[in-house]
């Protein structure tokens, strides 16, 4: 479906407000989302889609994914968070999980930053290099 350009830019206004300190609220969101629901501008439907996607697009670049083959102790974790954090600013929300496939290291997934330094991914490309 494509939406006006007036859309758009009521999309991102609607974003732009959202934001305390640089991060998105969950609550201001959901405020906006009601607000526009009951007031039912020209083209609502386009800019509350194109809206959704900006959230989805923010969400994803603010929440670090970060895979390990073996559950991390609390003070790698709090190391990790602490050079992501410096790197991408706060805000961040992390989400640790195990997967055995990796065979050792970690893999990092910040929005479309991608981190790996997993033995899985070398052999790979070891692999891919004969």
């Given at each position: 479906?494509?939406?006006?350009?007036?859309?758009?830019?009521?999309?991102?206004?609607?974003?732009?407000?959202?934001?305390?300190?640089?991060?998105?609220?969950?609550?201001?969101?959901?405020?906006?989302?009601?607000?526009?629901?009951?007031?039912?501008?020209?083209?609502?439907?386009?800019?509350?889609?194109h809206?959704?996607?900006?959230?989805?697009?923010?969400?994803?670049?603010?929440?670090?994914?970060?895979?390990?083959?073996?559950?991390?102790?609390?003070?790698?974790?709090?190391?990790?968070?602490?050079?992501?954090?410096?790197?991408?600013?706060?805000?961040?929300?992390?989400?640790?999980?195990?997967?055995?496939?990796?065979?050792?290291?970690?893999?990092?997934?910040?929005?479309?930053?991608?981190?790996d330094?997993?033995?899985?991914?070398?052999?790979?490309?070891?692999?891919?290099s004969?």
């Amino acid at each position: 479906m494509k939406i006006s350009k007036q859309a758009r830019r009521d999309a991102k206004e609607l974003l732009q407000s959202c934001r305390v300190n640089g991060v998105l609220d969950e609550a201001r969101v959901r405020q906006v989302v009601q607000q526009v629901i009951a007031a039912k501008p020209r083209g609502y439907l386009a800019i509350l889609g194109h809206f959704q996607r900006l959230v989805r697009l923010d969400l994803d670049r603010r929440t670090a994914r970060v895979e390990s083959p073996v559950p991390l102790a609390v003070p790698q974790q709090a190391s990790l968070r602490a050079n992501l954090t410096r790197r991408y600013g706060a805000g961040l929300i992390f989400d640790f999980t195990r997967n055995p496939g990796l065979i050792g290291g970690l893999r990092v997934q910040i929005g479309s930053d991608v981190f790996d330094g997993s033995v899985a991914a070398r052999l790979t490309a070891l692999e891919t290099s004969f």
